[in-house]
């Protein structure tokens, strides 16, 4: 276990013990585990919170030996009274996960075994139905006309139309399209798949339109940066390669025009080209490859968007009918 220095922090509601052993956690969590700066302030914002209900719940301050000895009935009530705050899931999980890490931080650091927090499941998290664009707006986004207003150059509003239109016309995730080489992308005429490299490395090959290849090839035409084959297809404003958050901001801005919600992200898009296949009777199996889904369960998720849509089929095609 590394001995690195640890920053000073103060509890009102626990022994300085365990502010100490806090301390030495979340250095351990930041330099050992790297753990995000955002992940760590979660944390230990929950253990502060969890420290103050305890202090409050038993009557007196926290002391390692006391937190040790942590019965299973008083995580309940501290996910309890954290639930009736209107606390989410999700955020109940990570809780959990992070009071978890301490007593397993205490238990290696000879400080007491807390067994208690092993005992409690973990609460259930609601799976979230992707939300999908109509298709007439997500055929918009992929329109360089649509922002002409802006004070950005052309070149770069053809850009990002183009990369909106790969993530609406062939299911891309964002950081498939940005990793594109420009050997990989074929010229309108000359090719109509792309091989794609997603999630674990897998390589998988996508259909892609040979109106988004002419989007494409326009703003190859128009870039003033180099383009090597073995380089990114799409760069920054400097040449560089193309940050996911500069699309992010592209979308932020469209949403305002065209007056869509803050669900329509670039991943929006992926969910559109997934739900709108489905509609227009795509079969699900097929739709599992293209959007490089190793379970069928993950694309399963749209069939509770186009529930109507299947509903239809079966009553039109059960042999029972």
């Known amino acids: 276990m590394s001995k690195a220095a640890a920053p000073n922090i103060e509890l009102a509601s626990a022994d300085p013990s365990i502010a100490q052993e806090m301390a030495r956690w ?111 707006s997500a055929k918009r986004l992929t329109d360089a006309d649509e922002r002409a207003g802006e004070e950005r150059e052309t070149w770069i509003l053809v850009r990002d139309a183009a990369v909106m239109a790969l993530l609406y016309g062939s299911g891309l995730r964002i950081s498939e399209a940005l990793g594109l080489k420009r050997r990989e992308v074929p010229r309108p005429g000359e090719g109509d798949v792309l091989v794609v490299t997603g999630k674990g490395n897998k390589t998988r090959m996508v259909p892609v339109l040979q109106n988004v290849l002419a989007l494409i090839d326009e703003y190859v035409a128009m870039c003033p940066h180099a383009l090597p084959p073995e380089g990114p297809i799409f760069v920054g404003a400097r040449g560089g390669p193309l940050s996911p958050r500069i699309i992010q901001l592209a979308m932020e801005r469209l949403r305002g025009a065209l007056g869509l919600p803050d669900s329509a992200t670039p991943h929006a898009l992926r969910h559109s080209f997934a739900t709108h296949l489905l509609s227009c009777g795509g079969d699900l199996r097929a739709i599992q490859e293209l959007l490089g889904h190793s379970s069928l369960s993950t694309t399963q998720v749209y069939t509770g968007i186009d529930s109507e849509r299947l509903l239809e089929v079966y009553a039109s095609a059960h042999p029972r009918r």
Do not use: N
Request: proline residues 5%; charged residues 30%; positive net charge.
């Open 26 to 136: 979340l250095s351990h969590l930041g330099a050992e585990r790297r753990l995000s700066p955002k992940t760590l302030e979660a944390y230990g914002r929950d253990l502060r919170q969890c420290l103050d209900f305890l202090c409050t719940h038993w009557g007196e301050r926290v002391t390692l030996e006391r937190f040790a000895a942590l019965e299973a009935t008083d995580v309940r009530a501290f996910m309890a009274m954290r639930r009736a705050d209107d606390i989410a899931g999700r955020s109940l999980m990570r809780a959990l996960a992070g009071l978890r890490s301490f007593g397993r931080f205490l238990e290696r650091e000879g400080k007491g075994k807390v067994g208690a927090l092993s005992a409690i499941r973990a609460p259930k998290v609601a799976k979230s139905l992707p939300k999908p664009l109509p298709m007439a």
